[in-house]
């Protein structure tokens, strides 16, 4: 073959694409890049939110902080934060409680055994990664030192709380005597004296206790098979709806961030 049949020849198809190349972004690429563009902002829309509220907060704080405001303004001011709080409040028990049974009563039997190991090497891994480093903090920083002088020369009534005992107090807010009382109300101390075991609660949900009951739920509903159908259905319905008011409370979270942070900055700092 001779050398000028080697040569290639350019095509017309390649003279187009460098031409295309070379001259500015057409109409088509423009609106590609603008809807990209608002692909990206629609994505993170909540993250934006969020810092913009931040922001607002955090600026409105400053400014305000020269401002003699009464009790009534602040209590104002922290109303909108102070709903935004008791909303989540709300929302923990229903999302907990029908997370987990509509979660466990769909798990098939078969895999039962290696979640339930799976979930207690985690726990106790985290268990003990945890307490040594309360150990370690302890040892390191401690504690109470710098008041320990107060106390010896003001003598008060003190109550020492055993391990013991605080460990029955878990297994007791295991198993609650009324699931009704473990929603706003839980097993805090119990003072052994003698042959007598005084038992305390305090305000809160008891939320071991909870979880250990929606667990075993989960479980039975798994094993009644068809019979559990209408339950499971039920609690997978409900977990929709506790999630979609979930997303609703945490997209109106920006206002009460802002309100918190006014309050933080201008009040309390």
Same mark, same amino acid.
């Given at each position: 073959?001779?050398?000028?049949?080697?040569?290639?020849?350019?095509?017309?198809?390649?003279?187009?694409?460098?031409?295309?190349?070379?001259?500015?972004?057409?109409?088509?690429?423009? %609106?590609?890049?603008?809807?990209? %563009?608002?692909?990206?902002?629609?994505?993170?829309?909540?993250?934006?939110?969020?810092?913009?509220?931040?922001?607002?907060?955090?600026?409105?704080? /400053?400014?305000?902080?020269?401002?003699?405001?009464?009790?009534?303004? %602040?209590?104002?001011?922290?109303?909108?934060?102070?709903?935004?709080?008791?909303?989540?409040?709300?929302?923990?028990?229903?999302? #907990?409680?029908?997370?987990?049974?509509?979660? %466990?009563?769909?798990?098939?039997?078969?895999?039962?055994?290696?979640?339930?190991?799976?979930?207690?090497?985690?726990?106790?891994?985290?268990?003990?990664?945890?307490?040594?480093?309360?150990?370690?903090?302890?040892?390191?920083?401690?504690?109470?030192?710098?008041?320990?002088?107060?106390?010896?020369?003001?003598?008060?009534?003190?109550?020492?709380?055993?391990? #013991?005992?605080?460990? $029955?107090?878990?297994?007791?807010?295991? /198993?609650?005597?009324?699931?009704?009382?473990?929603?706003?109300?839980?097993?805090?101390?119990?003072?052994?004296?003698?042959?007598?075991?005084? !038992?305390? !609660?305090?305000?809160?949900?008891?939320?071991?206790?909870?979880?250990?009951?929606?667990?075993?739920?989960?479980?039975? $509903?798994?094993?009644?098979?068809?019979?559990?159908?209408?339950?499971?259905?039920?609690?997978?319905?409900?977990?929709?709806?506790?999630?979609?008011?979930?997303?609703?409370?945490?997209?109106?979270?920006? #206002?009460?961030?802002?309100?918190?942070?006014?309050?933080?900055?201008?009040? !309390?700092?």
């Amino acid at each position: 073959m001779s050398e000028v049949e080697l040569v290639e020849v350019a095509k017309p198809e390649d003279n187009e694409k460098n031409e295309r190349c070379s001259q500015p972004l057409g109409e088509d690429e423009l %609106i590609r890049n603008e809807f990209n %563009i608002w692909i990206f902002l629609k994505r993170n829309a909540f993250v934006i939110l969020t810092m913009a509220a931040v922001a607002v907060g955090i600026g409105l704080g /400053f400014a305000l902080r020269h401002v003699n405001m009464s009790k009534r303004d %602040i209590a104002y001011l922290t109303f909108p934060g102070e709903l935004l709080l008791r909303i989540l409040q709300m929302m923990v028990l229903p999302l #907990v409680v029908s997370s987990l049974i509509a979660g %466990i009563s769909n798990v098939d039997r078969k895999d039962f055994g290696k979640i339930g190991l799976r979930t207690l090497i985690y726990y106790l891994v985290t268990t003990v990664i945890a307490a040594f480093t309360g150990i370690f903090l302890a040892v390191l920083i401690q504690p109470g030192k710098s008041s320990r002088h107060m106390s010896e020369s003001s003598p008060t009534e003190t109550q020492t709380v055993h391990s #013991v005992d605080a460990f $029955l107090d878990l297994i007791r807010n295991m /198993f609650p005597s009324n699931l009704v009382e473990a929603c706003f109300r839980k097993v805090s101390y119990s003072n052994s004296s003698g042959n007598t075991t005084n !038992t305390g !609660t305090s305000d809160g949900i008891n939320v071991v206790g909870l979880l250990v009951f929606s667990v075993a739920f989960g479980l039975i $509903l798994s094993s009644m098979g068809s019979e559990g159908k209408p339950l499971r259905d039920l609690f997978n319905c409900m977990n929709k709806a506790i999630m979609l008011l979930v997303s609703i409370a945490i997209w109106s979270s920006p #206002v009460g961030i802002i309100f918190l942070l006014v309050v933080m900055l201008a009040c !309390t700092l």
